[in-house]
């Protein structure tokens, strides 16, 4: 069965310091991955996106993400986290295949930074 | 530019009644999706129409829920006589037909049965 997998519910980090929010994945064939956050109230709004190409994809506000093969992951980070960061991050993935449409989220990860 | 619109962004109703939430896509997007998320969770996929395409119905939870969809615009999901565990937001999502493509969110409706 395909599947995304956020293994932490909750992530805390410092102000500053890097962050790093946890994706795995399992498709059959190759996927195309996307990471979107989550502010209270609000919609999902994307990210970044790995389809082709570049294994560490630069997205929005300063995110980026590092697609692995071989571990079937996606791992979104950032360099020095703000604490406007805070929000809920979902990763998903929608395979590569022809007339797959639908996209498989993730559970989703709460990300809290500290001041 | 415009993003998606869902209306109305908040619905209060008493168990047993219905429901129409109303989502408009980008324009130019033909595929449109509707989740549901109970607080604190994740996305939960309802219907997913592209074009003039049959539907994917697939994730909707009762025959109470059913979505249409006026060619490549406006669509509406209706909840029949519903019940408190109809409570949750529902977010549209609209994307151009693509796999490539993310998608993009409405705000959603935060909907509450009483």
């Known amino acids: 069965a395909q599947s995304v997998a956020q293994p932490e519910d909750q992530v805390n980090v410092a102000e500053g310091n890097p962050l790093t929010v946890k994706c795995t994945y399992s498709v059959s064939g190759n996927p195309y991955l996307f990471w979107y956050v989550q502010y209270p109230n609000r919609g999902l709004q994307f990210l970044l996106k790995y389809i082709t190409g570049d294994n560490l994809v630069k997205g929005s506000y300063g995110f980026e993400a590092e697609f692995n093969k071989s571990q079937t992951s996606f791992h979104l980070k950032k360099p020095s986290a703000l604490v406007s960061d805070s929000a809920l991050y979902f990763c998903a993935v929608r395979p590569a295949t022809s007339g797959t449409y639908k996209y498989i989220f993730g559970t989703g990860t709460r990300l809290k930074v500290l001041a | 530019g415009a993003g998606v619109s869902q209306s109305p962004s908040n619905k209060v109703t008493e168990k047993g009644k219905d429901v129409e939430l109303r989502c408009d896509p980008i324009?130019?997007?033909?595929?449109l999706y509707w989740y549901r998320q109970r607080l604190g969770q994740g996305l939960e996929f309802l219907i997913y129409?592209?074009?003039?395409?049959?539907?994917?119905k697939s994730g909707l939870p009762s025959d109470r829920f059913s979505a249409e969809r006026t060619g490549e615009s406006v669509s509406t999901l209706t909840i029949q006589r519903t019940q408190q565990e109809d409570s949750a937001v529902y977010l549209c999502a609209s994307s151009f037909f693509r796999v490539d493509q993310p998608q993009h969110f409405g705000d959603g409706t935060r909907l509450s049965i009483l």
């Open positions: 129409f592209q074009g003039n395409s049959a539907p994917d």
């Open positions: 324009s130019g997007h033909t595929a």
